[in-house]
T-cell receptor, first 112, second 112 residues
Framework: EAQVTQNPRYLITVTGKKLTVTCSQNMNHEYMSWYRQDPGLGLRQIYYSMNVEVTDKGDVPEGYKVSRKEKRNFPLILESPSPNQTSLYFC???????????FGQGTRLTVV | GESVGLHLPTLSVQEGDNSIINCAYSNSASDYFIWYKQESGKGPQFIIDIRSNMDKRQGQRVTVLLNKTVKHLSLQIAATQPGDSAVYFCAERYRGYQKVTFGTGTKLQVIP
């Protein structure tokens, strides 16, 4: 089954404790991206990747890192989480930028 | 989950009626537009897309209309069903840019 898998689905952590949210897709897609979703603000892109070893900042990259060592995986790293990073996070992948994107189920992160 | 739908414009439609969800996009140079549906507790799901060289595109029960003159995109859902209740997002890709920007969303409530 074609899918984008994120883990964990829910995470509560403390300020400053490094965490990684994993994302994996099984569709051999080139383009992957991370979004955060906050009430009233829609989906805002954090980082995206055009292909292996090619990543770039989206609209809200501060406080986040990503890597793309393999085509299927695109982890999101929060080196020092802060409460303003409490949000719902989505990973997405698509064959190219101008094709439909497939989204993961989301990761609800709470930073206290 | 439910917090996604807070603070959003809401469209209430009687079951069986047609729904029209509107979106004003921001960039006259955008060349690719997509509509996504997000049900409570799930990631966005692709509905239909359209490229800037088209004015209209039809899918199963859905039609997207693009008016480039006024930078307006609409999604028409025929014979709306309770399963259509969700938040709907439009998204645009700026020509020459490798990212997609989402609107803030519209909540569709179907009244049985």
């Amino acid at each position: 089954e074609a899918q984008v898998t994120q883990n964990p689905r829910y995470l509560i952590t403390v300020t400053g404790k490094k965490l990684t949210v994993t994302c994996s897709q099984n569709m051999n897609h080139e383009y992957m991206s991370w979004y955060r979703q906050d009430p009233g603000l829609g989906l805002r892109q954090i980082y995206y990747s055009m292909n292996v070893e090619v990543t770039d900042k989206g609209d809200v990259p501060e406080g986040y890192k990503v890597s793309r060592k393999e085509k299927r995986n695109f982890p999101l790293i929060l080196e020092s989480p802060s409460p303003n990073q409490t949000s719902l996070y989505f990973c997405a992948s698509s064959l190219k930028i101008s094709t439909e994107a497939f989204f993961g189920q989301g990761t609800r992160l709470t930073v206290v | 989950g439910e917090s996604v739908g807070l603070h959003l414009p809401t469209l209430s439609v009687q079951e069986g009626d047609n729904s029209i969800i509107n979106c004003a996009y921001s960039n006259s140079a955008s060349d690719y537009f997509i509509w996504y549906k997000q049900e409570s507790g799930k990631g966005p799901q692709f509905i239909i897309d359209i490229r800037s060289n088209m004015d209209k595109r039809q899918g199963q029960r859905v039609t997207v209309l693009l008016n480039k003159t006024v930078k307006h995109l609409s999604l028409q859902i025929a014979a709306t069903q309770p399963g259509d209740s969700a938040v709907y997002f439009c998204a645009e890709r700026y020509r020459g840019y490798q990212k997609v920007t989402f609107g803030t969303g519209t909540k569709l409530q179907v009244i049985p």
